[in-house]
């Protein structure tokens, strides 16, 4: 073992300083002194805007997974593979919302996750709620273009969310401390 790669001790009167060794120096490419103009952020900032207009078809191929899952809900009833189907296409769309450029359509996702997560008997969400789910998530995604499409998805998800704990309150009602920490307010700025 060298001395790179053994932590640093800085000894002072009341404490000390450790600072670790910097294993990510070694995957790092140093930068090409024949190529001084090359910037690897610029580099994938390009790559990433190659990839731009991908992002609304795999946006809209996940929320094609999410109206299947949601068909297949109302067609068979609440099976266990289609609760996942339906829970993991809702993640997936709120995952990626932000980076697929419809950062917008993450609340009403992370509305139907939440209700899927913490209703404790997933046979009793209502099918008229999951409906309002999917179809906010659609027409968010719809009238993205529209100007005033954040403003009208904001009211939407703030709706739904308000919907979505009126229903885990009653669900959970024998269980006050899982609620508390299911329907208190967001720990982080602008979380709803």
């Given amino acids: ?3 790179k790669d053994t932590p640093a001790v800085t000894t002072y009167g009341d404490h000390e300083v450790i600072t670790p060794p910097n294993k990510l ?3 790092v490419l140093p930068v090409d002194p024949t190529a001084p103009d090359d910037d690897p952020v610029a580099r994938a900032e390009a790559a990433l805007a190659q ?3 991908e992002f609304s078809g795999w946006m809209e191929s996940d929320v094609t997974r999410l109206d299947k899952a949601r068909t297949l809900i109302k067609s068979h009833g609440i099976s266990k593979q289609a609760l996942e189907e339906l829970f993991h296409a809702a993640h997936d769309i ?3 919302a932000a980076t697929f450029g419809f950062p917008a359509v993450a609340g009403a996702a992370d509305s139907l996750c939440r209700l899927i997560e913490h209703s404790p008997d997933v046979n009793r969400i209502p099918t008229a709620l999951i409906d309002q789910h999917v179809d906010a998530v659609r027409a968010i995604i719809r009238e993205y273009a529209r100007s005033d499409a954040t403003e009208i998805a904001a009211v939407l998800t703030n709706r739904l969310r308000e919907v979505t704990d009126e229903f885990l309150v009653h669900e959970n ?3 006050p401390d899982y609620l508390e920490g299911i329907v208190g307010p967001p720990l982080a700025p602008g979380e709803a």
């Fill in 1 to 3: 073992m060298s001395a």
């Fill in 25 to 27: 120096r070694k995957a």
């Fill in 51 to 53: 990839l731009t207009p």
């Fill in 94 to 96: 709120k995952g990626e």
């Fill in 173 to 175: 009602r024998e269980r």
